[in-house]
């Protein structure tokens, strides 16, 4: 069992940052693929990042591909998104998951965090 709590979002200007903080915790939480996923009201979630176990690996949603940057702490059972030059388009609850597996569908997470409220304004 995983539990996620999300923090950092708020109200930021276009072209500003905003890091985005996931505290986890339970057990094995190292062994565990982490992503992170936002969703605007009428539309699925969506992907927008990931990173394997032991940080080996990441991937990025085309949209934000050179703009975010994840990263985790295992020690301290931390997942960060660093999001850059943001948009308008990126304003979205935004969800930290975990998953025993590796991949950018919703389906392959078990564990949800509550999401944090990110808005870009123009």
């Known amino acids: 069992q995983v539990q996620l709590v999300e923090s950092g979002g708020g109200l930021v200007e276009a072209g500003g940052s905003l890091r985005l903080s996931c505290a986890a915790s339970?057990?094995?939480?190292?062994?565990?693929?982490m992503g992170w996923f936002r969703q605007i009201p009428g539309k699925e979630r969506e992907f927008v990042a990931g990173?394997?176990?032991?940080?080996?690996?990441?991937h990025y949603a085309d949209s934000v591909k050179g703009r975010f940057t994840i990263s985790r702490d295992d020690a301290k059972g931390m997942v960060y998104l660093q999001m850059n030059s943001l948009k308008p388009e990126d304003t979205a609850v935004y969800y930290c998951?975990?998953?025993?597996?590796?991949?950018?569908?919703?389906?392959?997470?078990?564990?949800w965090g509550q999401g944090t409220q990110v808005t870009v304004s123009s």
């Open positions: 998951a975990a998953t025993l597996g590796w991949g950018t569908s919703t389906r392959l997470y078990d564990y």
């Open positions: 990173i394997s176990w032991g940080a080996g690996h990441t």
């Open positions: 339970g057990r094995s939480f190292s062994t565990y693929g």
